[in-house]
């Protein structure tokens, strides 16, 4: 089964509308240097939760919260462990959302199309052109499936979806935000411009968030070509 390394217990806006749980999986193909999660993108968490203790989890929590939120590090890069983890909670009452940042839309599209989740959040890190400086990866080796996941997350009419962008001031400007939501987003339905929140778990501490004025502006700018454009956390 999927490998879980964190849990959150209660939280009201990892998935709008419901009360939720959030499950954080280990290892990232992606290194973002405002990542709030960088031990558990190194895998260096020590301890992991069992098939029980997830079990246990969802019996006790059902009754009392809508929705389990499975999240990362990149859940979809084990594949046999999503689905078997997935397969778990559907025992029980839960609606499921995925965050990913896009990099596997294979298993995404067998998801959704097997009607396994019910809500997927999509990172946006930056224009794919910045992609490299907002991840910090040279010559990132996965962007036409990070354009694969976009294209059938927009064009496919099975479940809710957003994309969204966590602002940082180092790394986005209103040009940024003007061509991720009219360009690269063309046709979506639904945006979240995210507040970054400097911590120490963060790969480089000194980057910066956006300023509420400025967010304000980008926001309108996304709202321009994405109508369901919202401000998260400010």
């Known amino acids: 089964m999927l490998k879980i390394n964190g849990v959150e217990n209660l939280s009201v806006v990892d998935y709008e509308g419901y009360l939720s749980m959030t499950f954080f999986t280990s290892n990232c193909n992606m290194r973002c240097p405002f990542c709030h999660n960088s031990e558990l993108v190194l895998n260096k968490v020590p301890t992991s939760y069992s098939k ?11 009754g009392m919260i809508d929705a389990i939120v499975i999240s990362g590090g990149e859940p979809t890069l084990d594949e046999d462990g999503l689905v078997e983890l997935i397969n778990l909670i559907r025992k029980y009452s839960y609606k499921i959302k995925l965050d990913t940042n896009g990099t596997n839309p294979e298993i995404l599209r067998y998801l ?54 966590t602002l940082i001031d180092e790394f986005h400007s209103y040009g940024d935000i003007k061509y991720i939501t009219s360009i690269m987003l063309k046709g979506a339905k639904k945006y979240r411009l995210q507040k970054f929140v400097d911590n120490e778990n963060c790969f480089y501490c000194g980057l910066h968030p956006v300023p509420l004025e400025i967010a304000q502006e980008m926001k309108k700018i996304a709202t321009q070509a994405i109508l369901d454009s919202e401000l998260r956390s400010y």
């Open 112 to 165: 959704i199309e097997n009607q396994l989740i019910d809500y997927v959040a999509m990172d946006i890190k930056n224009t794919f052109d910045k992609y490299p400086l907002t991840i910090d990866i040279i010559n990132p080796p996965y962007l036409d499936k990070i354009k694969e996941s976009i294209s059938y997350l927009i064009k496919q009419q099975h479940i809710e979806y957003e994309f969204r962008t």
């Open 52 to 62: 029980a203790d997830i079990e246990s989890l969802l019996k006790k929590r059902e």
